[in-house]
């Protein structure tokens, strides 16, 4: 590993190598950030953003390869021991150097915040050492070989940061400049030493609607818009001033069953639902050729997908006698909870009143959706989990996990799920040196969540974006967008 970290240091990815660097980057998502604390969430859109501002001691490529970030070197002197060596030079964006207290201090507090959403990453670590200025030993309790990967979301700030931080400061290549309703503003950082160029400004703008973001595109108010819906994207491909983008997804739709909540705590009310979904009928006119449905809580190019794990083939008469015998034979009315913009809602409700269940479907901001998962205040959800480090790991860990905060584990158990049997195999999964060995347990582990149904998974979509044909950028596999990767394209003529 050490010989590796050699070969990549100080070639890692890098933005505006194409000549004519945009101006500034116009970016439309579908959600808005519940914090810009970037130890307070676990989002795939905040980390989009904060992924400008912020750096890591490693971090992921474009392709989820591993490369360097602060860190220029790491070893493991033995299966319990990491060391890292930091770069030289490194500075925050209000002038301070990067010190080793930096580091350490964002370690502990991803571990000891209260409201952290990432002490699962370091869920084996145990000890943090400074060795000298430049070097840190991380000891873990047991062997812990996804620990690179978990770094990657461990985000370096000032030792000073407040309890909740509103204002980033990041050695990133851009800093925060202003967030209003809807909006983030960044600038670039000049002579940053990982992004050669970059376009002088980023907008982030946060907008559940797609048809809004579509129409904001073919305006010219946005550079790239993510999430692009199937009704849109024959058209948009099309368009010569436009090119339609997709790339393999690391997520899952899911149902989320609160099981020790009334109706749910009966796996007979929960199996009914299962076999009420028709999945393959929900994916055509949802996502079109752009979905598949899904039989677990990962994709097919996540690590640990288990291909003999297939979707639920429907059912309505076995549905229907399995709410008859949970005592609802005269049907059952239930709230489904989601954030604004998913078009879930509506094709759940239709199905599931073919087997008696009247569904109130309820849409919130994501903010506030976020908030009432997080107090465990929402029964009944429709989400999806992203895979973000590539390993299955991630919702094992922590949503499939029972709640032990004080071990970082089940930090989005948002439903209180506890399976004493299925949390063994996770730790066990953890401390495995063996591929092979892994790889057995995950799956294991996917199965005895998958027959608990206290999450549905529902299908899987590739992440679909569109962007001005003049502007050069390639999707990531983990499905951030970051300013920094736009850059001109000056191969191609025309577009907006």
Excluded at 242 to 256: G, I, N
Aim: charged share 25%; proline share 7%; aromatic share 8%.
């Amino acid at each position: 590993m050490l010989g590796a970290a050699f070969a990549l240091a100080g070639c890692g990815e890098r933005a505006g190598d194409t000549p004519g660097t945009p101006e500034v980057a116009r970016i439309a998502l579908h959600g808005d950030p519940s914090t810009l604390d970037p130890h307070l969430q676990s989002e795939v859109i905040a980390q989009a953003v904060l992924g400008n501002i912020y750096e890591t001691l490693v971090a992921f490529g474009p392709d989820m390869a591993l490369v360097p970030q602060l860190a220029e070197t790491w070893d493991n002197p033995s299966d319990l021991q990491w060391r890292f060596r930091l770069r030289e030079g490194l500075r925050f964006h209000d002038g301070r150097p990067l010190r080793m207290e930096d580091v350490l201090a964002s370690i502990e507090r991803v571990r000891r915040h209260p409201r952290s959403r990432q002490a699962g990453s370091l869920v084996a670590v145990v000890d943090v050492r400074r060795l000298d200025d430049r070097t840190l030993e991380l000891v873990t309790d047991r062997p812990y070989p996804v620990l690179l990967n978990r770094l990657a979301f461990v985000s370096i700030v000032p030792s000073d940061a407040p309890d909740e931080i509103t204002a980033p400061v990041g050695t990133g290549p851009y800093r925060f400049e202003a967030r209003s309703p809807g909006r983030v503003d960044l600038t670039a950082v000049a002579d940053h030493w990982r992004v050669r160029s970059a376009p002088a400004r980023a907008e982030y703008h946060f907008i559940a609607d797609a048809d809004i973001r579509v129409r904001g595109l073919l305006d010219g108010a946005f550079d790239l818009i993510d999430d692009v819906p199937p009704e849109h994207a024959e058209s948009l491909d099309a368009d010569p001033s436009m090119r339609l983008m997709t790339a393999p997804s690391l997520a899952v739709a899911y149902l989320q069953l609160a099981a020790t909540v009334p109706p749910f705590d009966d796996p007979r009310v929960r199996r009914a639902v299962d076999m009420a979904i028709d999945r393959p009928a929900m994916v055509r006119e949802l996502h079109g050729q752009f979905g598949v449905p899904s039989g677990q809580m990962v994709s097919r190019n996540v690590f640990g997908y288990d291909p003999t794990l297939q979707p639920t083939v429907r059912d309505l008469e076995t549905a229907r006698g399995l709410l008859a015998d949970a005592g609802f034979a005269d049907g059952l009315e239930l709230t489904l909870e989601l954030r604004d913009g998913r078009e879930d809602g509506p094709v759940l409700a239709r199905q599931l009143a073919e087997i008696g269940v009247k569904l109130r479907v309820v849409e919130r901001p994501w903010g506030d959706m976020y908030a009432q998962l997080s107090e465990r205040r929402v029964p009944f959800y429709l989400g999806a989990w992203v895979n973000t480090s590539g390993d299955a790991g991630d919702v094992l860990d922590r949503k499939l996990h029972s709640r032990q905060p004080e071990r970082g584990y089940g930090d989005a158990n948002y439903g209180d799920f506890s399976h004493p049997e299925l949390d063994a195999i996770i730790e066990e999964s953890n401390a495995v040196l063996s591929l092979e060995r892994r790889q057995e347990l995950l799956q294991r582990a996917l199965g005895l969540s998958r027959n608990d149904l206290a999450y549905i998974p529902l299908y899987s979509r590739r992440d679909v974006y569109a962007v001005r044909s003049d502007l050069s950028w390639t999707p990531r596999q983990d499905a951030r967008t970051y300013a920094y990767e736009l850059a001109a394209d000056t191969g191609r003529k025309g577009g907006r």
